[in-house]
């Protein structure tokens, strides 16, 4: 199983991007996608995650209403969907999966949880 980000990017607040997690691999009939990130000097924290299950979505606090997740089954690939980004909002993405877990996306996934990560990739929004 290998999960690839990709649409790192240089952006002013305000701006949109959006980024892909290309999934390979993948043959689990059911899993939860989680987005991370983490910011300079601090620590991994959730922003959104998708359940396989009934394509539920759960976001953080800091993120809602401005971050979307999706999930294309023909391309086997989740995507976030960023708008109306903050200089906060700096930091680098990784997705990761937990896989062959039957769970409703009720709560953000833990990272301590996750089975599989990506490498990540850069977003920084200039102020």
């Known amino acids: 199983v290998q999960l690839a980000e990709s649409g790192r990017g240089l952006v002013q607040a305000g701006g949109s991007l959006r980024l892909s997690c290309a999934t390979s691999?993948?043959?689990?009939?059911?899993?939860?996608i989680g987005w991370f990130r983490q910011a300079p000097g601090k620590g991994r924290e959730a922003v959104a995650g998708f359940s396989s299950v009934d394509g539920s979505t759960n976001y953080a606090d800091s993120v809602k209403g401005r971050f979307t997740i999706s999930y294309d089954n023909a391309k086997n690939t989740v995507y976030l969907q960023m708008n109306s980004l903050k200089p906060e909002d700096t930091a680098t993405y990784y997705c990761?999966?937990?896989?062959?877990?039957?769970?409703?996306?009720?709560?953000?996934?833990?990272?301590?949880?996750?089975?599989?990560w990506g490498k990540g990739t850069l977003v920084t929004v200039s102020s």
């Open positions: 990761a999966a937990l896989v062959n877990i039957f769970a409703t996306m009720t709560s953000l996934p833990n990272d301590y949880d996750m089975d599989y």
């Open positions: 691999g993948f043959t689990f009939d059911s899993y939860v």
